[in-house]
Structure formats: structure tokens, C-alpha cells
T-cell receptor, first 110, second 113 residues
Framework: AQRVTQPEKLLSVFKGAPVELKCNYSYSGSPELFWYVQYSRQRLQLLLRHISRESIKGFTADLNKGETSFHLKKPFAQEEDSAMYYCALKPNQAGTALIFGKGTTLSVSS | EPEVTQTPSHQVTQMGQEVILRCVPISNHLYFYWYRQILGQKVEFLVSFYNNEISEKSEIFDDQFSVERPDGSNFTLKIRSTKLEDSAMYFC???????????FGPGTRLTVL
């Protein structure tokens, strides 16, 4: 079964500390992986996708097919990074559905 | 920057009533989606729509649900006879192509009493 697991419901860090939001997936083929972010009272928006291999707002994520993971990392957290982060999987290019994890709330305090 | 819009932002209805949730996708997009998120749970895919047809649907999308693109701009989700368990946030999304990023609307919070 296709599944995305985000084991942490809440991650609290201090400003300037490194951040790693974990995401593991279950899928037998070659999925496409995404991170979406939802800031307070705003809509879901794409943060990054693995095929573009870019860094957005200092965040990076590497697809590890061996560990079936797509963890989101940032070396130095900022208070404005506080938000809900969702990892999502698209099973294949022919499909349309995104399969989401439950989300992790990141709280960055000073 | 163009955005997906949804109306209303909050809908309260009585159990058994029909509701229609409305979405205006980004104007040149071709693929349209509905997702829902029950409070405290994950965002779940309901249905995708392309070329005036459903292209994919989940097990949640049963006969009580239907989608329509009644004109060139709106994309609607109808729930025929609402149940308490239909209470959720409903998100619309759209993409230009199948491999492109899905852009989400702000959501409609549906409360069934």
C-alpha cells in the first residue's frame, strides 16, 4: 500500500538550530516526492519537489530510495519557518493523486 | 500571481442536506482536484478531473459525491446528502499539466450538524 509517514507531530527548536523533519514512504515503484508547507492561516503551498533538486528558503531534501526517506533539512532555523509541513508522494507520472503524510508542526522560538 | 479561490470559506449545514463547494482554478490550468482533511487527520485525495471527466478517484469518493465544471471557470464538488463524518476542510487544487505542481486553494470548512 502507498503510504507516507511523518513520525513527529511536533518539532520544537530554537532559532539558529538545525532542523530535520522526517518523512518515510512506502511505495514499490519510483515515486515523486514533495514537501508542502502551510503557514498560519495560509494555504498549502509547495516548498520543494525532489526532481528539481533545489533549495528553497534554505531547506533541502534528498530522496533516499534505499531508506525510502525524503527528510527535510535546514541548517539554521528561523522564526518565520514556524508552520505545518506535509510530505507528499505522487505514485507515478500517469497518476494524479497526491498522498500526504499527517504533517509535522515546526515551532521555532527565540 | 494567480491563485486558486474557493467559496464559501465556511459552510454549516444540517445532516442530510446537499452542499455545493465552489472552486475557481487558475485560469490556464487543465487538471482539477479535490482533497479533504478531517480535523487532526491527513489531507486525503478525493478526485481529479480533466477534459470534463473524472480521471481518478479514491474510495472516499462514493455515489454521494459528484464534481462538475459548469462553465469555463468554476469547478464544483457536490455532496448529495451530507453526513456528520463529511465535516472536514475541503481543498481544491489545479495544475497546468499532469507532471506540474498542484496549486491549492485556501479551503472550505464544512461543518455538518
Amino acid at each position: 500500500a502507498q503510504r507516507v509517514t511523518q513520525p513527529e507531530k511536533l518539532l520544537s527548536v530554537f532559532k539558529g538550530a538545525p532542523v530535520e523533519l522526517k518523512c518515510n514512504y512506502s511505495y514499490s515503484g519510483s515515486p515523486e516526492l514533495f514537501w508542502y508547507v502551510q503557514y498560519s492561516r495560509q494555504r498549502l503551498q509547495l516548498l520543494l519537489r525532489h526532481i528539481s533538486r533545489e533549495s528553497i528558503k534554505g531547506f533541502t531534501a534528498d530522496l533516499n530510495k534505499g531508506e525510502t526517506s525524503f527528510h527535510l533539512k535546514k541548517p539554521f532555523a528561523q522564526e518565520e519557518d514556524s508552520a505545518m509541513y506535509y510530505c507528499a508522494l505522487k505514485p507515478n507520472q500517469a497518476g494524479t493523486a497526491l498522498i500526504f503524510g499527517k504533517g509535522t508542526t515546526l515551532s521555532v522560538s527565540s | 500571481e494567480p491563485e486558486v479561490t474557493q467559496t464559501p470559506s465556511h459552510q454549516v449545514t444540517q445532516m442530510g442536506q446537499e452542499v455545493i463547494l465552489r472552486c475557481v482554478p487558475i485560469s490556464n490550468h487543465l487538471y482539477f482536484y479535490w482533497y479533504r482533511q478531517i480535523l487532526g487527520q491527513k489531507v486525503e485525495f478525493l478526485v481529479s478531473f480533466y477534459n470534463n471527466e473524472i480521471s481518478e478517484k479514491s474510495e472516499i469518493f462514493d455515489d454521494q459525491f459528484s464534481v462538475e465544471r459548469p462553465d469555463g471557470s468554476n469547478f464544483t464538488l457536490k455532496i448529495r446528502s451530507t453526513k456528520l463524518e463529511d465535516s472536514a476542510m475541503y481543498f481544491c487544487a489545479s495544475t497546468l499539466g499532469l507532471v506540474d505542481t498542484q496549486y491549492f486553494g485556501p479551503g472550505t470548512r464544512l461543518t455538518v450538524l
